[in-house]
């Protein structure tokens, strides 16, 4: 008989067995990978030494090309060189027009909802794009660890809503990655500060990236980080103040209509501008083609992007309100992301909160090291590990009712997982279908919200109107992914149905991809499978024998134990053996088989944390 | 709004059980955030990420439990409706309205109020003002709430009921008044 081991919820890896697992920080200019390597998160380096990875891929004569070898390729070929693609990341075509007509890129038209980039090498996706980024990252951590990476976890803003995450996450699988989680950036930077100081209390997290803008207010305690609220702007960053550099530029230059060469060219003169303007008072800017001259100082340059900052500032304040507390109850503010280092950034944050900004971790990097570190922990290498992370939904959710208004079901910074219902009626006698729209974001009418997704629930028995009685639940997982269902309740009839909001790539289109991809051939694709569901199955058992050797003894009668042994045992056949269908069958027998089982393990450990605690004075009447 | 099919999970009977906190309208704030943390902590899916599917679709639902409980007790109005439901007493949240004149007047006038604040010489002095005016109002019921509930005669549930429908009425325009406080800061600071 095995010795009783007390286990920590949820640890089902063998003690010794280190697994491997690597923070991507995926931004719209630079990307990084980190992980934790003998305790030590840290960022791993190319063979060059180089870090920082430009999030920058160009579909060359020769192949695909990712980051500096790609941003070297954009001079004269700057159509098949895409760059700053986290912006498209679930974005419908309709969405392009709201970011101008910034993206110097030719948009194939399409029948697809999801705007494709038409390149040398045929029309990609930004979830395409996106993916080779992560593919070479993925590589990268692989190379670097020695070994086949357990997961990922991926950052994405805190501000993204549930189409740009469900992008990111499709594109790491694209990859061929297994993403642990989705977790927001500014929660990623607090891990990274947090841990290292243990700083009980209120910290604010700035993150002002090359293309993105969120700001959260966190709750530290005791290693449980909740986050109270967040906020910001999914289109903000510095490569907006780079842009406000080249329309400057253009207006001294007298540049009326830049080809896309001399956009780069100006984008590129910027940049430089603005990063000697970090340390420097003035700089020089310098163009060759059209051939021009000058000196931009600080306080124009501050000039230049003080309405840019003061929208920061403004997403403090309602992050602040929405957090319900104020300015002078914040510890810490953290600074992350590149643009954080222009001075006139730093100096509005100090003045707003009241404090001097910390500065300590490079802000390019902390995201990516809270990723590690978080990651580190999902695999379960620290099974003693206290920390927690409790995030929030940052955008609200809610549903069409008649005449264009918005009913919110779940309001924006609520905790998550989370799921919520409504009841909703028929309009009319007779009634049988009823359309469900469900749509994001903080306004009144629809036409002003993100709209996500739409399905209608049929079957609905006929009644005069308003009999019907149809709940709508609302279900955010982990990940902040929602999941919707409608069901038809009054004469036990159940329709439901449930939807993954899409961001507009149909089911064809993603297996269309996979299946274009080079490396993916139909053998491989059968090889592939077969692999995925046998190390599925791996865990699936290690993770019951883990299980078992912990609290089988406490929590299973004799008779349910062999039960339970014997499906074990025909499961390890199926997994040792070639067919790919059978292991996945197997896996949802031994599943039921073990229900039971795993219902208890959840309530002993429910129990297990409540222990300690009486109710003094229970109320009779109150049951 | 209630999730109830939770059968499943053999999770306590009430939300106050499986805080461990007795069943009272005085809530003890600090023990209930520190018991909604260790229990998060044993339940929540980052506990799971590498567990079966199974048990990470058991966590899901646990923890979202949790999250709803812990929200349920945590607002003082989610919690009044919450105890009104343990006596036995369904609000209808949607569909039932205070039939109290005087008070119906007086959310007239406080809504004229509001509507002209933007007018004022110091408009956000004077939603600051305002805003204090209604969270006083709340604050005032929330205390009579915890008052009647010591002693739940049928009678005092019935003035919960109504005190409820009051709150829903406070409750909006209290929102009201912070989303004109937002758009005022942003176009005036």
Redo the contacts between chains.
């Keep these: 008989m095995a010795l009783l081991q007390i286990a920590e919820p949820g640890q089902a890896a063998a003690p010794h067995e280190h697994k491997l697992a690597a923070g991507i920080d995926l931004g719209t200019t630079n990307s990084l990978v980190a992980s934790v390597r003998s305790g030590t998160p840290e960022t791993l380096p190319d063979e060059k030494g180089e870090h920082i990875l430009p999030s920058v891929v160009a579909y060359t004569e020769s192949g695909v090309l990712v980051g500096s070898e790609a941003l070297a390729n954009a001079h004269g070929d700057a159509l098949n060189t895409i760059s700053s693609v986290k912006r498209l990341m679930g974005r419908g075509v309709e969405d392009l027009q709201l970011l101008g007509d910034e993206l110097p890129y030719d948009f194939a038209q399409t029948d697809s909802r999801v705007p494709r980039i038409r390149t040398r090498a045929g029309d990609v996706s930004p979830v395409e794009v996106s993916a080779e980024i992560l593919k070479l990252l993925g590589k990268r951590a692989e190379s670097a660890l020695g070994g086949e990476l357990t997961g990922v976890v991926v950052t994405v803003p805190a501000y993204f809503d549930d189409a740009q995450r469900q992008a990111t996450k499709d594109a790491a699988t694209l990859a061929g990655l297994r993403v642990f989680r989705l977790l927001n950036e500014p929660t990623a930077a607090a891990i990274a500060y947090g841990l290292d100081k243990g700083a009980d209390g209120i910290h604010a997290i700035y993150d002002l990236g090359g293309g993105t803008f969120d700001i959260s207010i966190l709750r530290l305690n005791r290693g449980v980080f909740e986050v109270m609220s967040t906020g910001g702007d999914s289109a903000l960053g510095g490569d907006d103040f780079d842009r406000a550099i080249a329309e400057w530029v253009m207006q001294q230059a007298g540049i009326e209509r830049p080809d896309s060469t001399v956009q780069t060219a100006l984008m590129r003169a910027a940049r430089r501008a603005k990063e000697t303007l970090t340390t420097q008072q003035v700089t020089e800017i310098e163009l060759a083609d059209p051939a021009w001259k000058g000196t931009l100082d600080l306080d124009t340059f501050n000039g230049l992007i003080d309405g840019l900052v003061r929208k920061t500032i403004s997403a403090c304040r309602r992050a602040l309100r929405d957090a319900g507390i104020t300015a002078d109850e914040v510890e810490d503010v953290v600074m992350v992301g590149g643009s954080t280092r222009v001075p006139r950034v730093r100096e509005r944050v100090a003045e707003f909160f009241g404090r001097e900004p910390l500065v300590d971790i490079d802000p390019d990097r902390v995201v990516a090291i809270g990723a590690a570190i978080q990651a580190d922990i999902l695999a379960g290498n620290k099974p003693d590990e206290e920390m927690l992370l409790l995030d929030v939904n940052p955008l609200s959710l809610g549903i069409e009712t008649m005449g264009g208004l918005v009913e919110k079901i779940i309001p924006r910074n609520t905790t998550i997982p989370v799921a919520r219902a409504q009841e909703f009626t028929t309009f009319k006698d007779g009634q049988t279908a009823m359309a469900i729209h469900v749509v994001q974001g903080e306004r009144e009418l629809v036409d002003d919200c993100r709209s996500l997704a739409r399905f209608e629930l049929r079957g609905i028995p006929p009644m005069v109107a308003g009999a019907a009685r149809i709940r709508v639940t609302y279900r955010i997982d982990a990940d902040g992914l929602l999941e919707v269902e409608a069901e038809e309740q009054t004469q036990g009839v159940r329709a439901s149905i449930e939807v993954k909001p899409s961001y507009g790539l149909s089911d064809n289109e993603i297996a269309d991809m996979l299946r274009s991809s080079v490396e993916h051939a139909h053998d491989d694709m059968e090889a592939r499978k077969l692999r995925e569901q046998q190390v599925e199955g791996e865990r699936v058992i290690e993770a019951l024998v883990a299980a078992l050797d912990a609290d089988g003894e406490e929590l299973l009668k004799p008779e349910e134990r062999s039960r339970i042994d014997a499906e074990l045992a025909s499961f390890r056949n199926l997994v040792a053996g070639t067919d790919a269908n059978a292991i996945e069958q197997g896996i949802k027998t031994l599943e039921k088989a073990c229900d039971f089982y795993v219902e208890r393990r959840m309530n002993s450990n429910i129990r297990r944390a409540m222990a300690g605690h009486s109710v003094n004075e229970f109320e009779q009447e109150a049951e | ?3 109830a099919n939770f059968d ?4 306590s ?2 939300f ?9 309208y005085t809530i003890d704030n600090s023990a209930l955030r520190e ?1 909604y ?19 990470q679709r ?3 639902q ?3 439990f949790i ?2 409980a ?2 349920t007790l945590s607002d003082p109005l989610g919690r009044a409706q919450y ?1 009104l439901r ?2 036995g007493v369904d609000i209808d949240s949607d569909n039932e309205t205070t039939k109290d004149t005087a008070f119906l007047m007086e959310q007239l006038e406080l809504r004229e109020a509001l509507s002209e604040i933007r007018h004022q010489a110091d408009p956000l002095g004077a939603i600051a003002d305002f805003l204090d005016t209604v969270t006083g109002k709340l604050n005032r019921m929330i205390s009579d709430m915890a008052t009647d509930f010591e002693t ?1 005669s049928p009678d005092r549930l019935d003035a919960i009921r109504e005190r409820v429908r009051k709150m829903q009425f406070l409750r909006k325009l209290h929102q009201e008044a ?1 989303s004109l ?2 758009e005022l ?2 176009e005036l ?1």
Excluded: C, W
């Design positions: 709004m209630h999730i499943m999970l053999d999770l009977k009430n106050f059980e499986l805080f461990a906190l007795p069943v009272s018991r943390r260790e229990l998060q902590r044993s339940v929540h899916p980052d506990r799971y990420a590498n567990a079966s599917q199974q048990e058991l966590a899901m646990g923890s979202t999250n709803e812990f929200e105890m343990l006596h739940p912070e406080e937002a800061e942003e600071l």
